[in-house]
């Protein structure tokens, strides 16, 4: 399985710039790519060490196809990697550049074999941004330390009834005055649909309080229509949803030079 082109897949969400060559996005990405390895109990240290082979790979290669990874601090024990990506185009482009260069596919192969040792499943999935739905300013992906993202799964036939909530939502946010901003994405292929995410990221863990008081401002700002909308959907469109914690692993991410440079202590200290 290739790291940043896991074929058969189409694309999603979840970062977002106006080509991936550029470095890490300054503004919500049109699509991102999530790769969610399930790390097997007892390993995460060696499947990090392991996994380190990937930038390290990427990065003699060349290659313009940043992403960030991360571990889960709630749920199942996994590391997820996320691509953002402008299109489709600029996927194929990727992989054309992998395809042309023998040195890089062959190290890729030999990283996918071996990550087999420290992996019990992965998943890959794509998603497509939803800026309609999406709250507050774009962070400064290069400082985010820790992510909070929530898995909506949403019932068939309900999909215009949940994004009118989350317009809802979105909008009661702003009038609160918050801070705290969050990107949704709406998943396109890789698991069961229609499931959306919504993705809040902090500089350090303490700012997982203020993502907290957010949601409480939020509701304190909302008219009695929104708060209608909202549990409406709740009962009748959503199915579930799961919020979990994830910590940014700068030993398995793969981030442009002036990134790194930017704070030394955290992205070189390996």
Known sequence: MHRILPFLVISAAAFSCTTSAQGLPKTQPKFITIIREEVKVGRNDDHARFESGWPAALEKAKSPDYYLAMTSLTGPNEAWFVTPWESHASVAESMKREDKDPVLSAEMARLSLGDAEYTSNARTIHARARTELSAGEFPDVGKARFFQITVWRVRFGHQQQFEEAAKAYATARVRSNSKEGYRFYEVIAGMPTPTYLTIASVENYAGLDHIAAADQATWKAMTSEETGLLRQAGTVAVISSEPNNFKVDPQM??????????????????
């Open 253 to 270: 991410s793969y981030v442009p030079k002036e990134t790194r440079e930017k704070d030394t202590e955290f992205w070189m200290n390996k």
